[in-house]
T-cell receptor, first 116, second 115 residues
C-alpha cells in the first residue's frame, strides 16, 4: 500500500527555471492538495482539487499551477522559479468531508526545493 | 472562515513530566480537528482526530486531546513526556459541512524534552 508518493525528494533549481513536482495516491481519495512549509509559518495551502478536472486556489497560489486529469495524480508546476519558492512542499490526499469520520489527510514525504 | 491558533510556538518540558500543547480554533461549521506530529526532516503523522464523536480523543503514543466547543479549544496532552516526543506538533481544522474544504494548519508548536 503506497499511500501518497511524492517525487523528487530533493531539487535545486536556478531562478527562472520551471519544473513539476509529482504526486500520486492509490487510496481513491477525491481530495488532493499541495502545501508549502516554511519555518514559523506552519503549512500553507497552495492549490487543491476536489476531484478530477476540478482545481482551486489556496492561500499562496501565485507562481504555481496545477491540474487534475485523473483521480490518482495531482502535479504541481513551478512556472518560473524564484528564490522565494525555496521551501519544503507536501502533497496530501483525503476523502471529501461527506465521508463522516474519515476526513484526515495522508501526506507524502515532502520535496525539499532550493531555488538559487 | 476557518482558522487555527496554536498558543505557544515552543514548549519545553523535562522527561517524565506532563505535556500540554494549546490550540484554539475558529470554524463556521461543525469542525473536524486533528493533531499531526512532524519529527525532524520527516513527513507528517496523524496523532489523533476529532470528528463529532467522543469529545475526549485518544491517539497514538499516549497522547490525547479534548474538544471543548464552549472554549473553541482542542488542547493536546500527555501525562508523561518521553525523549522521543521531541518534535513539531500541528493543530489542524477542517469544516464538516463544506465539500472538499481544505485542512487549515496552525503555525506549529515545537516540543523540546530534556533529560
Amino acid at each position: 500500500n503506497a499511500g501518497v508518493t511524492q517525487t523528487p525528494k530533493f531539487q535545486v533549481l536556478k531562478t527562472g527555471q520551471s519544473m513539476t513536482l509529482q504526486c500520486a495516491q492509490d487510496m481513491n481519495h477525491e481530495y488532493m492538495s499541495w502545501y508549502r512549509q516554511d519555518p514559523g509559518m506552519g503549512l500553507r495551502l497552495i492549490h487543491y482539487s476536489v476531484g478530477a478536472g476540478i482545481t482551486d486556489q489556496g492561500e499562496v497560489p501565485n507562481g504555481y499551477n496545477v491540474s487534475r486529469s485523473t483521480t490518482e495524480d495531482f502535479p504541481l508546476r513551478l512556472l518560473s522559479a524564484a528564490p522565494s519558492q525555496t521551501s519544503v512542499y507536501f502533497c496530501a490526499s483525503s476523502y471529501s468531508m461527506y465521508r463522516a469520520g474519515n476526513t484526515e489527510a495522508f501526506f507524502g514525504q515532502g520535496t525539499r526545493l532550493t531555488v538559487v | 472562515a476557518q482558522s487555527v491558533t496554536q498558543l505557544d510556538s515552543h514548549v519545553s518540558v523535562s522527561e517524565g513530566t506532563p505535556v500540554l500543547l494549546r490550540c484554539n480554533y475558529s470554524s463556521s461549521y461543525s469542525p473536524s480537528l486533528f493533531w499531526y506530529v512532524q519529527h525532524p526532516n520527516k513527513g507528517l503523522q496523524l496523532l489523533l482526530k476529532y470528528t463529532s464523536a467522543a469529545t475526549l480523543v485518544k491517539g497514538i503514543n499516549g497522547f490525547e486531546a479534548e474538544f471543548k466547543k464552549s472554549e473553541t479549544s482542542f488542547h493536546l496532552t500527555k501525562p508523561s513526556a518521553h525523549m522521543s516526543d521531541a518534535a513539531e506538533y500541528f493543530c489542524v481544522v477542517r469544516s464538516a459541512n463544506q465539500a472538499g474544504t481544505a485542512l487549515i494548519f496552525g503555525k506549529g508548536t515545537t516540543l523540546s524534552v530534556s533529560s
